[in-house]
């Protein structure tokens, strides 16, 4: 920015005059052994100079928009500059104007100037808003040695009086002189009056103030204060409250001069002021005019614009400044209002560019990057324009100078901002969230700003990226210069411009202007993935090269070699060609032969550039550096291309990937030459080939070929067949070859390798050696490499003349693998599947020597985890049992054609499945068997001939024994314990409160049969349940036989339940005992196999619930005229409600077959909960043959469900159930029985019901 007047560009901010601050000189005095204590009140002035200088500096960017001046420290008798100078006699009009207006003709404008720098140096430096004066107030010294018993003085108090008096007076007056010259400017007058702390506590102070202030005409508001001497912190606290108080003054100052400003721009443009025309003297070809409408315009507009930075209004400046810019716009497009190359063109030029970075710097503070860019963008896109018309094209250095400088100030302002608190955007892709709140968009929306989008063109960059664009169009200056320095006929080299431009160092200003952007684009950069971008190379690329064109060749060879490392490792091949051509001429000026012949040789590897044609010219400057220069030392010079371009496409390849030991296995190493590169000239003796470790090592000496022979492109050489070599003398071998290559042309290494010990063979390395003169260079290969750009399959060559090629289309192509020829090993697995749970399934591992050596056998077996709920394997083989994994189980040594058998055993148990084993069987010779003791780390480690056979056996598993359960429920007949019964509360005490019968089917369903040796129901009574019966105790030697499929055993146990007083889990009880079935399976040769056990339980028990129940229990048969005891038993099994009960026995005297003795209608107690009643008959049969019993009905008269509202209840209440006992039998799924004829059959889980649930219907036997 030091190419523009600091003063237009420089941040506005309210200025303060401060006076009175000056320390006073102190005379010499003779040293003394005591220092004096210094002033207070000059300390006080120091530190009121630093607090208030500290506030604010000059700077450009400066957003902060807190009330801070800028504080200028004046003499106190500091004058104006005049507001108004009187015009001449011989003026034309008489009114007064400005010293810097045009209309003065003693002005630096004048007559058709727009802004001079000293405009805004007069409003900063000379002329305040407000001004701040510091006085020191008289205080009267009182003597030092008064006594407190002196009396009272009146004498003296009325001169001290007086003396303050005439001191405030002369106060007063100096005070009323700084007034007026400040009211007539309207600036606002401040004094601070500096008093000690003791006469602060004077109560005459105040009178003092008041008479000062009302002498001096200082306003009542804001105009004086009175300060002493206070620590520094105190001293920023009053500052601070200063500038506060000041700051609506200053404002107003400011708002008064735009609007004093405002009303001359209306006034210029209602009015027209005609100028007359000053008579111009005979001869002159340029008579100065005076300024135009549109140069007021740009003047009032500037002006308002400043005023609005001064007053912090930044949008209001932002309108003026764009306004001023626009009207000097219409003023460059008329070269009759401002003619090009003029001394006021450059002045609205400079000024121009000055708004314009005031524009950008504006939009930057609110955060607006894209419309800072785009102003900055459109005034170079304008002014170019512009300068196009005025002659000034992109031909001229000038016209490049200038574009430079834009960019450069840009790129400065935005570095300023950077610092402070500007962020630079980032424009990385939107990140998962925003994709997901576009999702949530409407279509039409999210369609809309993709086709929106960001325009590179409006995404502000970091101030590297500004810097470099300015050092591109200094290059482009500086090719402008050079160009007009050759033809000096041209018009540029006699412009005015032309002799500084000479004094121009252009290449320090560029160099200064990359090193700046590379800085920034390492900062810049730092925060990304790649912490050296590739842009930051390219840049410190063009230092290099600015280095090499201004002759500093050892910079540029340092730039150079840190660049080449990237570009090389990236392959950068494009980049890389130009930068090491201008690294070989860097290398030729410092005169390093060993440098410029490694960059030579590297440049024949990438390929000359793109514009030269001639692809000998390259070979001939290496042969002419290699005849007319020598090395430095006579040491070997080595040339590594291995991070570079190869200067020779070279291809091992290997005819087959893999084979055994001692067998011949087929390669060649192919190298070409590219067809862009001649290379036939360059004298390499010889060839040397490296394979695998222990391998010869092969030499190819050069030696030419016949004329004959010269015109083949293809050569093959025959290498014959290698092996390792342990004698010394036979480790290297030495072949005759061509080694000239013509562009284009191959040369193909055949042979054959073998081994003894499995390893893997390659092709390690090939180096050619150079020859010439005194210089000896060698050059390795790598075994596998082309050109950049080369894309190619793997080619073997079948045949020479003519040359044919079969394409290699595996990937491993570069190397072979030799391995010990695989062992001949029969593995098969016998067994009788399914296998089932509970057993021990036995599997035979048949292994057998099939090859012509002696095998050591071992095996691993691993049983695959199962996904199977409850499953509990394991396989056991050769005393060894795992869960899942059983290792190196030894077999022994198996000679040629022996076969050995292994049974193994599976367990299974949980539940039914597949079960899947995986079985190695590993072998080794006996010959590679590693030996027991330890061998050190550093030696090498022996190959093993060994091999292994896989097999998986999926075994599924099926239940040997399937069984099915059916339960049924009785209630218990018995009368129910009392509340008051104590036996209850005993530990052993057991209440039946029914009965559930379980029959059990077993089945046999394996496809092979089972032998059951015995069978028990192992018991496991718990609280609520205990078996009583069962038919199995009574006779297992009936189950006790052989199971085939199909076959089906049953038992029946009898269960005694008990009553449970609280809620069970599941609702249901655990099966109080299982089946232990113990069995062998029956072979297909009729053996048994190995004993196993089958555990089968008894299923859990869910008996139904009761409410209120009546059990009938009459006797089956009875004899004619005896009697018979017929029971009603009423049950109340609700766990919550009590029951009224009404028993109606109603017989009929037609019907009925009995004569009754007993209750005929009776209502019984209330039963509460768990109770219940007994209500007894004797009948007398007077029939015989099936009578039936009188009909009882049962009422409950406590209905369960109240009534609803408005309806009334029925008077009989709820019926009660009655169950003939003799019938009673219930299923899970029903807690209610179902009436069925007497004489039907009756299905299981199914009782009978008397009647429609409220009346008996049983019916008896009566015999005579």
Not at 273 to 293: D, H
Not at 494 to 499: D, E, L, M, R
Not at 712 to 736: H, R, Y
């Amino acid at each position: 920015m030091n190419s523009y007047p600091p003063e237009l560009l420089a941040q506005l901010a309210p200025v303060m005059f401060v006076a009175g601050l000056d320390i006073p000189p102190t005379s010499p005095t003779p040293q003394s052994p005591s220092p004096k204590p210094q002033d207070p009140f000059n300390v006080l002035s120091l530190r009121l100079r630093e607090a208030l200088t500290a506030q604010r500096k000059v700077a450009i960017w400066q957003p902060d928009k807190s009330k801070k001046f800028q504080v200028v420290l004046v003499d106190p008798e500091a004058r104006f500059p005049p507001r108004k100078i009187a015009p001449a006699e011989d003026q034309q009009f008489h009114t007064p104007h400005s010293p810097l207006s045009p209309l003065t003709p003693s002005s630096p404008l004048h007559p058709d100037g727009l802004i001079a720098p000293i405009w805004i140096r007069k409003h900063t430096t000379l002329v305040p808003s407000v001004f701040v004066l510091f006085k020191r107030i008289y205080e009267h010294q009182s003597p030092v040695n008064k006594s407190p018993l002196d009396t009272h003085d009146t004498a003296s108090d009325r001169e001290r009086e007086a003396e303050e008096r005439r001191r405030d007076t002369e106060l007063a007056a100096e005070i009323a002189q700084r007034k007026k010259t400040t009211n007539e400017r309207l600036i606002k007058l401040t004094v601070v009056l500096m008093a000690s702390r003791k006469m602060l506590d004077d109560p005459a102070l105040d009178a003092r103030l008041t008479f000062i202030r009302r002498q001096s005409g200082l306003d009542p508001r804001a105009a004086l204060f009175v300060l002493s001497p206070v620590t520094p912190t105190e001293i920023g606290e009053f500052v601070h409250s200063l500038q506060e108080a000041l700051w609506e003054p200053a404002i107003e100052y400011y708002t008064n001069h735009s609007k004093r400003v405002r009303r001359k721009r209306n006034r210029h443009t209602q009015t027209n002021t005609a100028y007359q025309q000053p008579l111009v003297p005979v001869g002159s070809t340029y008579a100065p005019r005076p300024l135009r409408s549109e140069g007021w315009s740009v003047r009032y507009e500037y002006k308002m614009g400043c005023f609005a930075e001064f007053r912090g209004e930044d949008d209001i400046a932002l309108k003026h400044y764009h306004d001023a810019y626009s009207a000097l716009h219409i003023m460059f497009g008329s070269t009759a209002i401002l003619p090009p190359r003029t001394k006021r063109w450059a002045e609205a030029k400079v000024l121009a560019d000055c708004i314009s970075v005031k524009i950008c710097k504006l939009y930057l503070y609110n955060n607006e990057h894209a419309m800072a860019l785009s102003h900055h963008d459109s005034h170079m896109r304008m002014f170019s324009d512009l300068s196009r018309g005025w002659g000034i094209g992109e031909e001229t250095f000038e016209f490049w100078s200038w574009r430079a400088r834009q960019h450069r100030v840009f790129a400065e302002l935005l570095e300023q901002g950077t610092r402070s608190t500007l962020k630079i955007p980032s424009h990385l892709p939107t990140s998962s969230v925003s994709k997901l709140q576009d999702v949530q968009r409407g279509p039409l929306e999210v369609e809309g700003m993709r086709a929106l989008g960001l325009n590179p063109a409006s995404a502000l960059q970091h101030p590297g990226f500004y810097y470099y664009m300015a050092a591109k169009c200094t290059e482009s200056r500086r090719e402008r210069f050079l160009a007009a320095t050759e033809d000096e006929d041209s018009h540029l080299a006699t412009s005015p411009g032309f002799a500084n431009e000479r004094k121009v160092d252009h290449l320090s200003i560029v160099l200064e202007l990359y090193t700046r952007a590379y800085e920034l684009f390492k900062k810049y950069n730092a925060s990304s993935n790649q912490a050296q971008g590739r842009l930051t190379l390219w840049i410190a690329y063009l230092i290099a090269q600015t280095y090499y064109e201004s002759g500093k060749f050892e910079m540029a060879v340092r730039f150079f070699e840190r660049i080449a490392k990237t570009y090389r490792r990236e392959q950068w091949d494009a980049l890389l060609k130009p930068l090491l051509s201008t690294w070989y001429r860097c290398a030729q000026h410092l005169g390093n032969m060993e440098l410029s012949m490694q960059l030579l040789f590297e440049i024949l590897g990438h390929g000359p550039a793109d514009d030269q044609d001639d692809p000998e010219a390259l070979e001939e400057d290496l042969i002419a550096v290699l005849k007319s220069t020598v090395p430095s030392s006579d040491q070997l010079l080595t040339v590594d291309l291995s991070e570079s371009g190869p200067l020779l496409d070279t291809t091992s390849i290997f005819w087959k990937s893999h084979a055994n030991v001692d067998e011949l296995t087929a390669f060649q190493v192919t190298l070409a030459a590219p067809e862009i590169v001649s290379l036939v000239s360059l004298p390499f003796t010889s060839l040397t080939i490296q394979v695998s470790h222990g391998f010869p090592l092969i030499t190819l000496e050069h030696e030419p070929i016949s004329s004959d022979d010269a015109t083949t492109l293809v050569q093959k050489i025959d290498l014959g067949s290698l092996a390792p070599n342990e004698n010394e003398a036979d480790s290297q071998k030495t072949l005759k070859a061509n080694l000239r290559w013509k562009p284009g042309s191959v040369i193909v290494l055949c042979g054959f390798l073998s081994s003894s010990v499995p390893k893997n063979l390659s092709v390690a390395q090939l180096v050619l050696n150079l020859k010439e003169g005194n210089w000896n260079i060698e050059l390795p290969l790598q075994a596998n490499s082309r050109r950049l750009g080369v894309i190619t399959n793997p080619r073997w060559l079948s045949s020479v003349n003519p040359p044919r090629w079969v394409t290699v289309r595996r990937d491993n192509y570069s190397f072979v693998t030799i391995r010990h020829r695989p062992h001949q090993v029969q593995v098969s697995l016998k067994n009788e599947a399914p296998a089932y749970l509970g057993e021990e399934f036995p599997i035979t591992l048949d292994v057998t020597n099939t090859d012509d050596r002696e095998l050591d056998i071992v095996v691993d077996v691993l049983l695959q985890p199962t996904e199977i709920e409850e499953a509990d394997n394991f396989i056991s083989l050769d005393g060894q049992r795992s869960n899942s994994f059983i290792k190196s189980v030894a077999l022994g040594v198996l000679s040629p054609g022996v076969n050995i058998s292994k049974t193994m055993y599976l367990g299974c148990s949980g539940a039914v499945g597949d079960r899947v084993i995986d079985i190695s069987v590993q072998s080794r010779t006996t010959n590679s068997i590693e030996p027991t003791t330890p061998v050190s780390p550093q030696s090498p480690s022996v190959a093993v001939d060994s091999g292994e056979t896989l097999r998986t056996l999926v075994v599924p598993t099926v239940d040997p024994i399937t069984v099915t359960h059916q339960v049924s429920y009785r209630r218990s007949t018995k009368p129910s314990t009392g509340l008051g019964n104590l036996d209850a509360f005993e530990s052993d005490y057991w209440e039946d409160a029914g009965e559930a019968h379980v029959t059990t089917t077993m089945a046999c369903v394996g496809p092979s049969g089972v032998y059951v040796e015995s069978i028990k129901l192992i018991r496991e009574d718990g609280s609520y349940a205990k078996v009583t019966t069962s038919l199995v105790d009574k006779d297992e030697a009936d189950f006790c036989t052989e199971w085939l499929n199909g076959d089906e055993f049953c038992d029946q146990c009898q269960i005694s339940l008990a009553r449970a007083d609280e809620p069970l889990e599941g609702n249901q009880i655990p099966g109080p005992g299982a089946y232990e079935v113990i069995w062998r399976r029956l072979l297909p040769d009729g053996k048994q196999g190995t004993l196993s056990t089958s555990r089968l339980k008894l299923p859990p028990l869910k008996p139904p619930s009761d409410g209120l129940v009546a059990l009938l229990k009459v006797p089956n048969t009875a004899k004619l005229h005896e009697p018979i005891p017929l029971q009603l038993t009423i049950r109340n099994a609700h766990p919550t409600k009590s029951a009224n009960i009404i028993v109606q026995l109603e017989p009929d005297p037609i019907t009925d077959g009995f004569v009754v003795a007993g209750l005929r209608s009776g209502r019984l107690p209330i039963l509460i909960p768990g109770g219940e009643e007994v209500v007894r008959w004797n009948l007398i049969p007077v029939e015989c043959g099936w009578v039936q019993v009188p009909k009882i009905k049962v009422m409950n008269r406590r209905p369960p469900f109240p009534s609803p509202q408005g309806q009334e209840s029925e008077p009989e209440g709820e019926s009660v159930d009655i169950v003939d006992v003799r019938w009673d039998s219930r299923s899970e799924e029903s807690s209610a029985d179902v009436r069925i004829s007497v004489d039907a059959p009756r299905k299981s889980g199914e009782g009978v019901k008397i009647d429609d649930a409220s009346h008996s219907d049983a019916i008896v036997l009566v015999l005579p």
